[in-house]
C-alpha cells in the first residue's frame, strides 16, 4: 500500500521521540526548544521605577502653576537616597527608581526648572510613568512553556531573570550519505557524466537551519559493500538520511542495505509529487530516511518529513509549519490521485489578500524553481483541476522569507 502524504508524515512523527536536554548557555541556546517549563524566580520590573525623565512628587501636589522646592535627584542606576515630603519634588531618570512618598512621575516637558525648584504646567494622575515592581512578571509566573522556541524575546525574558543558563533540547546529530556512481564530491575533478554531490550541501544545510548538526558522511557508490559500510557508519547518528538509490533502478541497492542493517522498514512511497520514492525506517530509536536523488525532490521532502521529525527529536512543541490559505492567481490542472507539492511564488494583491501562482517550470529537475519559490502549495490528492482565484493551502519556505508585493 502506498500512503498518502499526511499518513506518512503522522507514521514517521509517531516513530520519534525527543533526544533528551541539556544546559546550556543563554546564547546557545537561541533558536532552540526549551526543555521545561520555566517559571519567574523575580519580578519584572525588579523595583518601582521611572518610565521618563523627569520629576517623582505626589499626584496631589502638581497642579498649574505649583512651585515645588527639589528636594534630591536620582539617576538611574543610582541608589534610593531621598524622600518626597509632601509639596516637594525629586528630579528622576528614567528607569531609578521611584523614592518613598512619590505616587507619580512628571515628565520634564510638562513642567519648567528653575535652580532649586520646579514649576508644574498642569496636572498628573497618581501611578503616572511609574513601572510598579512585578506589572510585567510576578515571581512564580509561568514565563515559557516546554518545547517553546527561544527567540529574543524569550532570550531577553530569561536574561532579566538572571538566568544565565537554560534547559534546551539537545541538538540533533543527523548524518548525511549521498549515494550514486555518478557523484563527485564538490571541487574535485570530474569524469565525464559525472554530477556534484550537491544533496549532501543542500541537506546539511536544512539541517543546520533546524538547529541540528550534520554529519558528512560523503558518497557511497552503488555497491552493496559500501553502502553497507557507510550506512553502518550512519546508524551512529540519532538519524541517517541518504539521498538516491531508492528508485526501481538496476543498482538501486539502498533498500536491500537497510534491510541487511535490520533497519525495520515502514513505509517505502508516498502518493505525492515529487518525491515519491521516498522511505522511512528505523534502526532501534535511529529514523533513516531514504529520500530520492533528485535535488528538488530530496529537497522537498526533507521539508516535510524530516524537517518535523528532527523538530520533535529536539524538543519542539511545534513542528509543523503553520498553514494559510491563498487564491490562485491562474488555474492548475494536475493528475488526480497524488498529492502534489507544488513550489509557488507568494504576492499580495491590491486588497492585501495573499495570491500564490507556480515559481516556474513544476518540472523536478528544475532547480530554479525551487530558489524562486517562496513557499509549498499542497495541492489536494483527489483533484485534478483548480479554478483561478480558488483557494489552496500552502507553508511558506525558509526562516525568513522575502515575500512578492
Ligand atoms: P536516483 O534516485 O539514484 O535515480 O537519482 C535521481 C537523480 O538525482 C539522478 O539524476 C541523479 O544523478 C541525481 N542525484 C542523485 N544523487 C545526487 C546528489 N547527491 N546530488 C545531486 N544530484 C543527485
Ligand atoms: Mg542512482
Not at 538501486?252 to 522511512?280: M, S
Not at 530516511?289 to 525532490?297: D, E, I, Q, W
Not at 524530516?306 to 520533535?312: C, I, Y
Not at 487564491?327 to 513550489?343: A, F, V, Y
Amino acid at each position: 500500500m502506498v500512503l498518502s502524504f499526511y499518513q506518512a508524515r503522522d507514521q514517521i512523527l509517531a516513530s520519534v521521540a525527543p533526544l533528551g536536554a541539556e544546559d546550556t548557555l543563554l546564547l546557545d541556546a537561541a533558536g532552540r526548544a526549551v526543555a521545561e517549563n520555566i517559571v519567574a524566580p523575580l519580578p519584572l520590573p525588579a523595583f518601582d521605577n521611572s518610565a521618563m525623565d523627569g520629576y517623582a512628587l505626589r499626584a496631589a501636589d502638581c497642579f498649574s502653576g505649583a512651585v515645588l522646592p527639589l528636594a534630591g535627584y536620582l539617576p538611574a542606576g543610582g541608589g534610593l537616597n531621598c524622600r518626597v515630603e509632601p509639596g516637594t519634588a525629586v528630579k528622576i531618570m528614567t528607569g531609578a527608581p521611584i523614592p518613598p512618598g512619590a505616587d507619580a512621575v512628571v515628565p520634564f516637558e510638562e513642567t519648567e526648572e528653575a535652580p532649586e525648584q520646579v514649576t508644574m504646567l498642569g496636572t498628573v494622575k497618581p501611578g503616572a510613568h511609574i513601572r510598579w515592581q512585578g506589572e510585567d512578571i510576578s515571581p512564580g509566573d509561568r514565563i515559557i512553556e516546554a518545547g517553546t522556541v527561544l527567540r529574543p524575546a524569550e532570550i531577553s525574558l530569561l536574561a532579566s531573570m538572571d538566568l544565565p543558563k537554560v534547559r534546551v533540547g539537545r541538538r540533533v546529530r543527523v548524518a548525511i550519505l549521498s549515494t550514486g556512481d555518478e557523484l563527485r564530491e564538490l571541487g574535485a575533478q570530474g569524469a565525464e557524466g559525472t554530477i556534484v554531490n550537491s544533496n549532501s550541501w543542500a541537506l546539511a544545510a536544512a539541517v543546520r537551519e533546524l538547529g541540528g548538526v550534520p554529519v558528512m558522511l560523503g558518497i557511497a557508490r552503488d555497491s552493496k559493500e559500501n553502502l553497507y559500510e557507510k550506512m553502518s557508519q550512519g546508524l551512529e547518528a540519532d538519524v541517517l538520511i541518504t539521498s538516491a538509490g531508492v528508485s526501481a533502478g538496476d543498482r538501486d541497492y539502498v533498500r536491500e542495505v537497510l534491510d541487511d542493517l535490520g533497519v525495520e522498514q515502514h513505509f517505502w512511497k508516498v502518493n505525492i509529487k515529487p518525491g515519491k520514492p521516498t522511505a522511512f525506517g528505523l534502526k532501534g530509536k535511529v529514523p533513516v530516511f531514504s529520500l530520492p536523488g533528485n535535488p528538488v525532490s530530496a529537497m522537498m521532502t526533507f521539508e516535510e518529513f524530516v524537517r518535523p521529525a528532527l523538530l520533535k527529536m529536539m524538543g519542539h512543541r511545534t513542528v509543523l509549519k503553520p498553514l494559510f490559505k491563498a487564491k490562485l492567481q491562474e488555474p492548475i490542472s494536475k493528475k488526480s490521485g497524488r498529492l502534489q507539492l507544488m513550489r509557488v511564488a507568494v504576492e499580495f494583491d491590491a486588497q492585501g489578500e495573499m495570491t500564490i501562482c507556480s515559481s516556474g517550470d513544476q518540472n523536478t529537475g528544475i532547480l530554479r524553481t525551487l530558489v524562486n519559490a517562496q513557499g509549498v502549495a499542497l495541492l489536494a490528492a483527489e483533484k485534478d483541476y483548480f479554478a483561478a482565484g480558488e483557494e489552496v493551502e500552502l507553508h511558506l519556505l525558509g526562516a525568513s522569507t522575502a515575500l512578492g508585493s
